[in-house]
């Protein structure tokens, strides 16, 4: 199980980010979310324990749970230290759809220019990194695009990556976006999967994607986990040999 650094220690690291909160970094992570729920933040710090120290996490926040995460006793230590940068979008609300709006979020030319570094790791409430996987975030910093294997059952025209716990380059999605409109054709990952490589993006193929997350497709070790959709063996496998996968739904039996 990885170590848990301290906030004292975090306040002696991440200073410079009070310095660079308006710049832009190599790497981040960042989430979308309205909810206000111990779970989210949960989910946050379980990030935070296995990035890099050198990367913040860029939160994409609504009205409705700003106080929340500014205020978080887990959390404040590092908003107040710029490691987690608070960004409100204005059109986020609890009454949106959410598949919708995360498919219109994601291939918005405007919402990628507001990301502050080339690569960002994009996850979700139902996503968590595993303590016990061997591979981390840097092992896969090579591909611009990185996400979990999809099942064949799930008829989809590529075999990876899923969006919810995914590595993506912010240059290749911006250039994408530029050459190309979204049509809601498909969801906006696998639309990502299918069209990157028009722009010579490099999509991490299925035996890397697999190492990297797991979600339909059983992995031993995998990096971390999306929402599992396995049968019930593997899902029991899985949540073993990684225990964070607990707290997300549709969680372990």
């Known amino acids: 199980m990885q170590k848990t650094t301290t906030v004292s220690t975090w306040k002696t690291e991440c200073n410079k980010f009070q310095r660079l909160e308006t710049g832009f970094y190599p790497n981040s992570a960042s989430i979308v979310d309205f909810r206000i729920s111990a779970l989210l933040i949960t ?12 990367w913040p996490i860029q939160i994409f926040h609504s009205k409705q749970n700003f106080y929340f995460l500014s205020n978080s006793t887990g959390l404040k230590p590092y908003v107040s230290t710029g490691k987690i940068i608070l960004e409100e979008l204005d059109e986020l609300s609890i009454t949106t759809n959410w598949q919708d709006f995360t498919n219109r979020l994601f291939t918005n030319l405007s919402f990628w220019q507001r990301i502050r570094s080339e690569k960002v790791l994009v996850f979700q409430y139902d ?23 999809w099942h064949s059952d799930l008829h989809a025209p590529v075999p990876v990556g899923n969006g919810g716990f995914s590595l ?67 899902t029991k496998k899985l949540c073993e040999a990684c225990p964070e996968a607990r707290f997300i739904p549709p969680y372990c039996k």
């Open 43 to 54: 989910i946050i710090l379980n990030v935070l324990q296995h990035i890099p120290t050198s």
């Open 127 to 149: 996503s968590v990194f595993c303590s016990n996987s061997a591979h981390k975030i840097q092992d896969y910093l090579q591909w611009d695009y990185v996400g979990a294997p």
């Open 168 to 234: 993506r380059s912010r240059s290749k999605t911006l250039e994408l976006l530029k050459q190309m409109t979204y049509d809601s054709s498909l969801p906006e990952d696998v639309w990502y999967a299918v069209h990157l490589p028009k722009v010579n993006a490099s999509v991490a193929p299925e035996h890397i994607a697999r190492t990297f997350s797991a979600e339909s497709v059983f992995y031993e070790t995998p990096m971390g986990v999306h929402k599992l959709i396995m049968n019930p063996t593997d």
